[in-house]
């Protein structure tokens, strides 16, 4: 049972359904949703305000890598390098207003490698 817990931040976006996505690190046991797999979505799991935002089924899962070169945030997903208007498309879709706004998100914490699980969109938008 794949289960994703979200920053309060991110429900409106997951329920309009524009981010349909959401980048984790590897698990330790290694394991990954497969597409076709129920991905059961939260926020405030382990606390008193624990809130279910909703399911979907997993549509795909890639490995994506984060690094920041000469001053330049870099993203490959599975393998390919993401141009500019790509990384401002995934940041918006990751429920961010814009990749600088991403970016800041994941300050500190580069390089990343992990992996990208997407799911069919809440709220009926494809």
């Given at each position: 049972?794949?289960a994703?817990?979200?920053?309060?931040?991110?429900?409106?976006?997951?329920?309009?359904?524009r981010?349909?996505h959401?980048?984790?690190?590897?698990?330790?046991?290694?394991?990954?949703?497969?597409?076709?797999?129920?991905?059961?979505?939260?926020?405030?799991?382990?606390?008193?305000?624990?809130?279910?935002?909703?399911?979907?089924?997993?549509?795909?899962?890639?490995?994506?890598?984060?690094?920041?070169?000469?001053?330049?945030?870099?993203?490959?997903?599975?393998?390919?390098?993401?141009?500019?208007?790509?990384?401002d498309?995934?940041?918006?879709?990751?429920g961010?207003?814009s990749?600088t706004h991403?970016?800041?998100?994941?300050?500190?914490?580069?390089?990343?490698?992990?992996?990208?699980?997407?799911?069919k969109?809440?709220?009926?938008?494809?």
């Amino acid at each position: 049972m794949p289960a994703f817990n979200f920053k309060r931040q991110f429900v409106p976006h997951i329920l309009s359904g524009r981010k349909h996505h959401t980048i984790r690190a590897e698990r330790k046991d290694g394991q990954r949703p497969d597409p076709g797999d129920p991905l059961y979505l939260f926020t405030g799991m382990r606390t008193k305000q624990c809130e279910r935002i909703g399911e979907s089924p997993c549509t795909r899962v890639e490995d994506i890598r984060i690094t920041l070169s000469d001053d330049q945030h870099l993203i490959q997903i599975a393998d390919e390098q993401l141009a500019v208007d790509e990384c401002d498309s995934l940041a918006y879709h990751d429920g961010f207003d814009s990749f600088t706004h991403m970016m800041s998100f994941w300050e500190g914490r580069l390089p990343f490698a992990g992996f990208i699980t997407y799911w069919k969109p809440l709220g009926g938008k494809q």
